[in-house]
Structure formats: C-alpha cells, structure tokens
C-alpha cells in the first residue's frame, strides 16, 4: 500500500481532545501522504476559559464559546497540517454535555443525550464517503469518563458495524469495512515515569500529588498495543496545543513542563487495537509502530 492509500479517521468528542491525544498521530501521516480525516463531535460549549477577555463568551453568558473554539480548532488544524477536519452532523448539532452531573448533562441537544443511530448515521455517511482503513476513538470509559468521550467511543464503533452493512442507509453510499479499530491509551508506567520527572522538575499540584492508584486515565501496559513515535513533530502539536488558547495555557504549569520534557512528554502517542491487525502479539514492549501495519490493499 502506497502512503497515498491509506486513509484514516480519527473521532473526538471536543476541540483540543485531538491536538492533546493524537497530534503528533495527525502530523505524522498527513506528513506521509496519509488522507488524514478528524471528526469532532460537539464544539466545546462548556469548556472553562482560561483567557480572562474571552470570559463573556461562556456558557452561563453569552454561549459563544463554541463558534470561538471553531476558529481554534481551525488554526490547530493549519499546525498539524490537517485539511479534511469536520463537525459531526454539522455546526451546533450536537452540544458539549458537561461533566458528569452538572446541569448541561440536561440540555436536549447534549451530545451525551443524542440517539445513538441518529449520531452514528452522520458517522456512517463520512465512513463511506472516504473509506478509512483505520479508525481511531477513545476506549469504552472515555479515557476518563467524560459523556462525550463515551459517547462519541459508542458513535464510532455503532457507526463502524453499521457502515459495513450493505442493507443500512444505500443512499449513503456503498457499503464500507474499517480493517482497523483503535482507542487512544495512555499507559500507567509511561504516566508515573511522566509524573515523577514533573517533580523533578519543580512542579507541585494536583497532577503530581495523585495516587498512582487513582489515576483512573491510565490504562494497563500489557493492553497497550501500538505506539507512534512523533518526537521530530512535537513542536507542531504544541503550536496545535496554543491555537487551542481558550482552553490551554502551554506557558504554565502541566503543559508547560511537559513542553521542557520534550520528546519524552507528548512526541510519543499510544493506542490499543481492538478490532483487525495481523494478529501479532504486541505489548508496550514490543510494540506495532503504524496504525496502517498488516493492511496490505487500498
């Protein structure tokens, strides 16, 4: 297979979740000729806003953040070299959820409450229209049980089974088998190691105080599977990383530090492969290094 034909899909539930997990991923295969597509779930309505002269555009005020995180996602998008990036069912159809037991979980337009069908049919019609071999999303938890990060882990796998299938939705186009499934990882020995080289460092809050027993994130290292190596793309994802200014400080604390630890901080990005491959046994320690490893027609 030729860099040319190979496609990838990768499923996020808010602006920034694609700059923070998979950067260095997206920069890497559009970098190698990869048809590289991001779909984004909800605009972000009810993210925190760390720029103090953009605090009127919050959720409880004028509730303009979302078209402002566009605008963010867009210039993360022009770092990583992305061009195909989409929001999922188009601009404001499915809003932000919140947090787990905050009043935004009740909108009616909350991601967290969509019908299930309804969402993965948006997603089956992108799958079919640029026919991914591979196809990224977060594990069954959200990685750390964000609704929307659920949700979009159900969307994408619901979508994946339905696109395969001849009898649902012809008119969307032929029907479509991703060879490929992936949920984002971050291992437990890969984030203490992190952890304690913060210390080192001089930092000193929450992040670095957690017991490692409750760092509910992180996953087991013997489910870990693949690992893309993006040290040389590392300033990219931080430029991505900044664009994202409402809802990341790269300046100061975690970010920060994790910038200074360079290549050992966020040039390596980490997955688990669910479905497919060519039935290696991988682990952290031996692992896949290509999402696209095994597949062999276009």
């Known amino acids: 297979m030729t860099s040319s034909d190979r496609r990838l899909l990768i499923v996020h539930a808010h602006p920034d979740d694609e700059s923070i997990g998979t950067g260095v991923t997206l920069a890497k295969y559009v ?104 196809a990224v999303t977060y ?9 929307d990060h659920i949700q979009a882990h159900r969307v994408t796998h619901y ?33 203490l190691a992190g952890i304690e080289e913060l210390k080192a460092m001089g930092m000193d809050d929450e992040f670095t105080a957690m017991n490692p027993e409750d760092i509910d994130f992180a996953c087991p290292d013997d489910v870990v599977t693949t690992m893309i190596d993006g040290r040389d793309k590392l300033p990219r994802k931080m430029a991505a990383l900044a664009a994202h200014a409402t809802q990341v400080n790269v300046q100061e604390g975690f970010f920060a530090l994790s910038n200074n630890l360079g290549s050992k901080g966020f040039g390596v990005e980490y997955f688990r492969l669910v479905r497919g491959g060519d039935g290696g046994s991988y682990s952290l320690a031996n692992p896949e290094t290509d999402l696209f490893a095994g597949i062999s027609t276009a």
């Open 159 to 191: 979508a994946v089974s339905l696109a395969e299938s001849p009898t649902f939705r012809p008119d969307l186009g032929p029907a479509w088998s991703v060879d490929k499934l992936y949920w984002t990882a971050m291992p437990r020995s890969v984030i």
């Open 31 to 134: 970098d190698e000729g990869a048809q590289v597509t991001l779909v984004t779930c909800t605009l972000g309505e009810e993210g925190e806003i760390l720029t103090p002269e953009l605090s009127h555009l919050a959720a409880d005020q004028e509730d303009r953040l979302g078209e402002h995180r566009i605008q963010e996602l867009t210039a993360a998008m022009g770092e990583l070299g992305v061009s195909d990036f989409r929001i999922l069912g188009g601009i404001g159809r499915f809003r932000d959820s919140g947090m787990v037991g905050t009043p935004s979980n009740d909108n009616p337009k909350a991601f967290w409450r969509a019908d299930l069908l309804e969402a993965a049919t948006e997603l089956v019609g992108i799958i079919r229209e640029i026919r991914p071999q591979v």
């Open 139 to 147: 594990d069954d938890f959200g990685l750390y049980g964000h609704p």
